[in-house]
């Protein structure tokens, strides 16, 4: 059946690096993976995880306001509710803005919820699931949308996904394995949206049959494909495709159809001097962010 398989990683902007990885790995209780360097060996970005899925802590951030959308918005899925209210507790002692916890009824995809505004503004959800997710996972993500019908159009028809409902205006679709995405209608996106920050995205799997079709249906629903510079840096595994692009709202996608072979943790060293060689090649160096160059040096 045609559709993006997963929900695989997002990565969103912070700030203060030092302070997003204590806050997410010991309040909200994802596990340390790694910190990614500049090429000059400066912090770049810190992955953690919920379970098998990867949550990029990405520099420099932006300075932006909450959404009063409260959108974009991240969540993660707790299996237990011994491990919910806990972390719940932790949260709330941390001082973060939170919300309520939220007991919802049959008819929702979620149990119970709980949001809070993280110290860099983003949105951000823990949640019990009612179809399991295991002990902890990637639940959903909440995208804004100027456009409800084009919005729906695009998630079903270029990328797969099952409209199954809304809550709280906000639209949600399924994957096969029941993580979810939704868009909420706005008259006019947020800085949070709009401004993104370096390397911000949500990643989807996809299967190799189907990555060739929505090359074509992405821009043919309103996205915009902004290409692959890992395969141009040479930073793709063997028979591993991917690109990156927009919706039609700006949001920052992208779908990969994955190899045999994984890549995505090489060392450093390694990125960087085939970055570097692949570059030259094209006439290109690297970049100054790339370098560790501030924008105020």
């Known amino acids: 059946m045609f559709g993006a398989e997963t929900l695989d990683h997002v990565a969103f902007p912070v700030r203060d690096l030092p302070r997003a990885e204590k806050f997410y790995i010991e309040t909200v209780g994802l596990t340390f993976l790694t910190q990614r360097k500049n090429a000059d060996g400066s912090p770049r970005h ?8 990867i949550i990029g802590l990405n520099l420099p951030g932006i300075q ?13 899925a707790l299996g237990s509710l011994q491990v ?19 007991e919802h009824g049959s008819d929702s995809p979620f149990i119970r919820s709980f949001r809070f505004t993280d110290f860099d503004n983003n949105h ?8 399991s997710l295991g002990d902890i996972s990637l639940s959903h993500v909440v995208f804004e949308t100027k456009d409800l019908a084009r919005g729906k159009k695009f998630y079903t028809e270029a990328l797969g ?27 006019a996106l947020s800085d949070r949206t709009k401004r993104h920050g370096r ?16 090359l074509e249906l992405i821009p043919a629903c309103g996205g915009a494909n902004q290409g692959d510079f890992r395969s141009e840096d040479g930073l793709r595994a063997p028979g591993e495709r991917s690109i990156y692009f927009s919706d039609p709202d700006t949001n920052k996608l992208q779908i990969t159809a994955l190899g045999k072979e994984n890549w995505s943790l090489i060392s450093d060293e390694e990125k960087w001097q085939r970055t570097e060689e692949n570059r030259e090649k094209l006439g290109r160096g690297l970049s100054r962010f790339d370098r560790g160059i501030k924008s105020n040096q």
Do not use: W
């Open 199 to 214: 390397a911000v995205h949500v990643a989807f799997n996809v299967s190799q049959e189907d990555f060739d079709r929505m």
């Open 124 to 131: 951000f959800e823990i949640c019990m699931n009612r179809e």
């Open 84 to 102: 919910f209210d806990a972390t719940v507790h932790r949260i709330q002692q941390s001082g973060v803005s939170c919300g309520d916890v939220r």
């Open 64 to 76: 932006a306001d909450p959404s009063p959308s409260r959108a974009p918005r991240y969540a993660v």
């Open 161 to 187: 996904l099952k409209f199954v409902g809304e809550l709280d205006n906000e639209h949600f679709f399924a994957f096969g394995n029941h993580q979810l995405l939704a868009v909420k209608l706005v008259d």
């Open 46 to 53: 810190t992955y953690v995880k919920a379970g098998e899925n």
